[in-house]
């Protein structure tokens, strides 16, 4: 499968209220590059609120939402994706550091303009590259810049990998079936680099794999759903595009049925397929996970 630009996906990070002409100076070299720049989505400031840039668009809303709302733009960033931060000096700023602790939090990947002064966190010193030398790099190597740690760092980065990357992820996939025109549904993600793969939710504290599993198709495609047989429990496939080094990513994929095919996806899919299993892996790009299961779903 050939590289996409489009399949880079940013989240651009900054001090709105300094550094925003430079923050939109960034979009312009992504998104000419032809990168897909999910945040910020307005481009334009339309009032101050104690110091808190307003966009256009976001007018009467509490600052929480606004930041909450542009905080869930990091889980749509997929395995190309990454955040950017536009710290001229180094400054970050309050807000946008809370960005930078959440974006870690979850393992997002972060570059910055310049050496962040005002911030502790550990990043790699590749991590600080402009935003036309990491457009070149990405164009150059089809990828993201590997991180580098030096020896004299390499404590510090183990203790921080683990503060911030869990040792192990449980996720429960969803085989979801029709039976009136026998067909499963698949999506097209950017999480798996444009292929088709089924609906899947990560298993949240104090939740049931099942809670987990009834409560992702709904929240991503709306569907009532009935969980049927276990299919198989693995771990992710390496090298199938979202697998994170020093992560257990465990699936537990089920059959679920369906009485409806009125499919509304959220913003966690671009498309989405009903079609035959024989049908899905003939024809069907399928991510290798999504591939593993539906084989075993005879």
Same mark, same amino acid.
């Given at each position: ?196 793969? +089924? %609906?899947?939710?990560?298993? @949240? #504290?104090?939740?049931?794999? =099942? &809670? !987990? ?41 089920? +059959? %679920?049925?369906?009485?409806? @095919? #009125?499919?509304?996806?959220? =913003? &966690? !899919? ?29």
């Amino acid at each position: 499968m050939g590289f996409n630009p489009s399949d880079i996906r940013i989240v651009v990070h900054g001090s709105f209220r300094q550094h925003f002409d430079q923050i939109l100076e960034t979009i312009e070299v992504f998104e000419s590059a032809g990168f897909t720049v999910l945040a910020p989505e307005a481009r334009e400031i339309i009032s101050m609120t104690d110091g808190f840039a307003v966009l256009d668009g976001e007018r009467d809303m509490d600052p929480r939402h606004i930041e909450a709302r542009y905080l869930q733009h990091l889980k749509r960033l997929g395995g190309l994706g990454f955040s950017y931060f536009v710290d001229p000096r180094g400054y970050i700023g309050r807000t946008t550091s809370f960005e930078l602790g959440i974006a870690q939090l979850i393992g997002v990947r972060c570059f910055f303009l310049e050496h962040p002064a005002d911030h502790p966190a550990f990043y790699s010193h590749e991590s600080v590259m402009g935003p036309h030398a990491l457009r070149d790099y990405i164009f150059e190597h089809e990828s993201l810049p590997a991180p580098n740690i030096q020896p004299n760092e390499r404590f510090i980065h183990a203790l921080w990998q683990r503060l911030v990357v869990p040792g192990s992820v449980v996720a429960g996939g969803a085989i979801i079936h029709h039976g009136p025109s026998d067909e499963y549904l698949f999506v097209k993600t950017h999480k798996w680099g444009g292929r088709y793969s +089924i %609906v899947g939710e990560k298993v @949240q #504290r104090g939740e049931r794999l =099942d &809670e !987990a599993i009834l409560r992702g198709i709904k929240e991503e495609t709306g569907l009532q759903a009935k969980l049927g047989r276990h299919i198989v429990t693995f771990d992710q496939i390496k090298q199938s595009g979202f697998h994170k080094a020093g992560v257990n990513h465990i699936f537990a994929d089920y +059959i %679920v049925e369906v009485n409806s @095919q #009125r499919v509304v996806l959220d =913003d &966690e !899919a671009e498309d989405y397929v009903w079609a035959r299993r024989e049908d899905a892996l003939s024809s069907l790009d399928l991510e290798p996970n999504a591939k593993h299961t539906l084989l075993l779903a005879e």
